[in-house]
């Protein structure tokens, strides 16, 4: 008996790295790879090959250190069954609950809004430099699409839930694939480029905000917390740091090993055309490419991509909405939920016609209010919430993570000015 006991106290002892840590690993890992890595070496490979490697460096830190302090920021509400919104009002008040529903849905919002453009431009490209077809008039064809994700979301929600859960770990496996077979393309264009020292500082910074956006899985966050401190109670923290570390490692790896391969086998020049034709980068390798598997697996691994993608935080910006409203209004939840699809969809196709830059509306929309949330607002709360002092993490870590989050937010008013 007393050894079924210890045997029982080991498998769940929070200084043990389980298989069960690894998929949850996985899980974070995957809410993280979407359509923003697409875009990805567009914007990081922008400033050159060392500004890159600048970013490589950091990119592990600040996506570990912010999301382990989000994690502890949920692990400190009283009740171990509080999710993110929860801990908030116990924190902050009902004020800051909803301010923070507030952020938490221009956070998501404008990633459906980014994800109508993707979509439309994809297929776009794909009719036009692969089937040889004439563009079908960017109304009719936005609109089409946009219309078939949503009805997947409103009429098969189960089904389309299961069906990008299922995709994510395809894509991965494509993504590197692909990084491993454009390696006899990589050149030296992009380092025979000479750096310029006194601009990497600025060249780094503006790049700080896709990074936020690209490695970002703060979404999966609470039900991650929630279930870490139902399994190891008090020693909840050294399990989400641990596996939220793992994670980190596991996105630096993988997505920055794709970002060097796509810029090493494409020129400055090419990159720079990528970002004024408003494609994701395996668009344009396909339209660049005389490989025939590239040239029709990049779209269809774009678009499936941007697919799944658009369904989770279509149904994350729809809730966050009715909540929005709900809280505000006594007219009948019905009616708001459908006030409130009807409002997504077309705000989204207006956006879809009218074809503003991608990696813009990630700079100026996306990243500014997710590095409010998973940057500052933990940092804030280990600096005035009694409940933080025993989740506090060291000061140059609060220092870090601070700096990352101003510098994605100042970064974005920097360059809209």
Not at 176 to 202: G, H, T
Not at 401 to 408: E, F
Request: with cysteine.
């Amino acid at each position: 008996m007393n050894t079924t006991t210890s045997a029982a106290s080991s498998a769940q002892s929070p200084s043990k790295f389980t298989y069960k840590d690894f998929t949850w690993c996985l899980s974070l890992f995957g809410t993280a790879v979407g359509a923003g890595v697409l875009f990805l070496p567009i914007k990081a490979g922008a400033g050159g090959f060392w500004p890159l490697v600048i970013l490589a460096l950091i990119a592990a830190p600040m996506t570990w250190f912010a999301h382990k302090s989000l994690a502890r920021f949920v692990l400190s509400a009283k009740n171990p069954e509080a999710d993110i919104t929860d801990t908030v009002e116990e924190h902050f008040g009902k004020t800051g609950a909803n301010l923070i529903t507030f952020a938490y849905f221009f956070a998501i919002y404008p990633i459906v809004l980014i994800y109508g453009v993707g979509i439309t431009n994809t297929v776009d490209s794909f009719l036009v430099n692969q089937m040889g077809m004439e563009s079908i008039p960017r109304w009719l064809l936005s609109g089409a699409l946009i219309a078939a994700m949503t009805a997947g979301v409103v009429f098969g929600k189960e089904l389309m839930l299961k069906a990008t859960s299922a995709l994510v770990y395809p894509l991965v496996a494509i993504l590197l694939a692909l990084s491993f077979y454009l390696i006899p393309d990589w050149n030296s264009s992009m380092m025979s480029v000479a750096p310029d020292w006194s601009a990497m500082p600025s060249v780094v910074w503006l790049a700080i905000p896709i990074i936020v956006f690209s490695f970002n899985h703060s979404p999966v966050i609470s039900q991650f917390s929630k279930e870490q401190r139902r399994v190891y109670g008090e020693d909840a923290v050294k399990k989400t740091d641990a596996i939220t570390g793992g994670a980190a490692m596991m996105l630096m790896g993988f997505v920055m090993f794709f970002v060097f391969s796509v810029v090493l086998s494409l020129s400055p020049e090419q990159l720079a055309m990528a970002q004024e034709q408003n494609i994701s980068v395996l668009s344009y390798l396909a339209n660049v490419h005389e490989s025939p598997l590239i040239s029709y697996m990049g779209p269809l691994v774009a678009f499936a991509a941007i697919t799944s993608s658009y369904f989770g935080h279509f149904l994350g910006a729809h809730e966050g909405l009715v909540g929005l409203i709900k809280s505000r209004s006594e007219t009948p939840v019905s009616k708001i939920e459908k006030a409130s699809l009807i409002f997504i969809v077309v705000t989204t196709w207006i956006v879809a016609i009218v074809n503003p830059s991608i990696l813009g509306m990630i700079e100026t929309m996306g990243a500014p209010m997710i590095a409010a949330i998973l940057f500052l607002m933990p940092v804030f709360a280990m600096q005035k919430v009694p409940a933080m002092a025993k989740y506090k993490t060291s000061a140059p870590v609060q220092v870090f993570t601070a700096l990352c989050g101003i510098a994605a937010i100042t970064s974005v008013i920097y360059g809209a000015l």
